[in-house]
């Protein structure tokens, strides 16, 4: 091997050696870039949002309940389903915040979305008492799931957080105790 092709490959060495050191640090950016989105993006506080739409469901006593009756309390609304995994998780958090923060203006409103024809009323208040829900339970109907899901097809559970003057202000799909809670505690500072 000559002088000149040694040079020629210490020459090609030292390029090679830039791009890598190039490559790693868009790498590195990049990495990054996405940590901050998912462990940031997600986590974002929105302010308040359009306004909750009204509803007008049985509870299972066959009272209808409104939203707009709960107009300046802090609403926690919840859909789920007896046979969800995730709904039923969920149930013993939302029976502790209930409590926690009820005297702060706190209401929990459940709603079954349970079929009608296999799940009766008398199945769900036996399995409110087994679960010791201490919050209201109400039969859904297809205009809230369309007011609140659109044509989509609901997923359970999704919790809405609901501020006092009716403003959506978070949406949880799937069992996430700590973004309920935190949403609280912005909510009620």
Avoid at 96 to 109: A, F, I, M
């Amino acid at each position: 091997m000559s002088v000149a092709d040694g040079q020629r490959v210490g020459a090609n060495r030292g390029r090679f050696m830039t791009q890598c050191k190039s490559g790693l640090k868009i790498t590195w950016i990049t990495g990054i870039f996405l940590f901050t989105i998912f462990t940031f993006g997600c986590q974002k506080d929105v302010g308040a949002g359009p306004a909750a739409p009204d509803f007008s469901l049985p509870d299972l006593s066959g009272k209808m309940v409104t939203l707009k009756q709960y107009r300046g309390k802090i609403i926690i609304l919840d859909f789920w389903a007896t046979w969800c995994p995730p709904c039923r998780a969920a149930i013993p958090e939302l029976v502790k915040l209930q409590e926690k923060y009820r005297d702060r203006g706190l209401v929990v409103l459940g709603i079954s979305v349970d079929d009608k024809r296999s799940v009766d009323n008398a199945y769900l208040r036996s399995f409110g008492k087994q679960l010791k829900i201490n919050y209201s339970i109400l039969r859904y109907n297809l205009k809230v799931i369309e007011a609140y899901f659109g044509r989509e097809a609901p997923a359970l559970p999704t919790i809405y957080v609901i501020d006092r003057q009716g403003q959506l202000r978070d949406k949880f799909v799937g069992f996430n105790p700590d973004g309920v809670r935190n949403s609280l505690e912005r909510l009620f500072k």
